[in-house]
């Protein structure tokens, strides 16, 4: 009886929850297995959107032409877009815009992504910032399109410095090293590629 009363304390809860924890897995796996191209199709259709909207030329997502061709170090994606049109301050330009999305560590270790649109003369079109992994509030505010003003317009092809012009965001130190961090890697790589 003693043998039995073993099993029934001892081993049978060990079984029973390794068969839950193996089938609850396989479940996981399935699901993901699912939905992780939907959440992949999303997040390019988000880039491409933020892409579209830092290059005042390109209406559209599909006269964008991805390149391939650069090394700077934290950039995750460019692309340009050719022909005739208007940039940031109304100057009309033939030739070719693009847009540069670089990724750094924020707060606890949350990237933090940047898309900058560039004219032909590499003046900054627009900016857009993803900071949702960043403390909401405090580091997620380096987002804001009041903040984020500071840039347009700025000089493309120069890296820029907190308190050299340019401010940071009260509160959140990190999150705004990681922002000029990413506007520099974006910088860098224009340089590289113009």
């Known amino acids: 009886m003693n043998k039995n009363s073993s099993w029934e304390t001892s081993v049978k809860p060990v079984v029973v929850l390794s068969v839950i924890a193996l089938i609850v897995s396989l479940l996981l796996a399935m699901v993901n297995s ?12 988000a880039t491409l ?11 559209s997502a599909s006269d964008l032409e991805e390149v391939t061709d650069y090394t700077t170090e934290n950039v995750t994606g460019v692309v340009k877009a050719e022909g005739k049109g208007t940039a940031y301050v109304s100057t009309t330009y033939n030739g070719v815009s693009s847009a540069i999305k670089a990724e750094e560590k924020g707060f606890d270790g949350g990237i933090l992504s940047v898309i900058i649109g560039f004219d032909t ?6 900016i857009w910032v993803d900071a949702s992994t960043q403390t909401k509030g405090i580091g997620s505010n380096v987002a804001n399109d009041t903040f984020l003003a500071q840039f347009n317009g700025m000089d493309g092809t120069q890296n820029i410095a907190i308190g050299q012009g340019f401010d940071a965001y009260s509160g959140a130190t990190i999150s705004s090293k990681a922002l000029f961090a990413a506007i520099n890697d974006c910088v860098n790589c224009y340089n590289e590629l113009a």
């Open 49 to 59: 959107a933020a892409y579209v909207d830092v290059m005042p030329t390109v209406s």
């Open 121 to 126: 003369n590499g003046t900054v079109t627009g």
């Open 34 to 45: 699912f939905t992780a191209p939907i959440i992949e199709d999303n997040q390019k259709a």
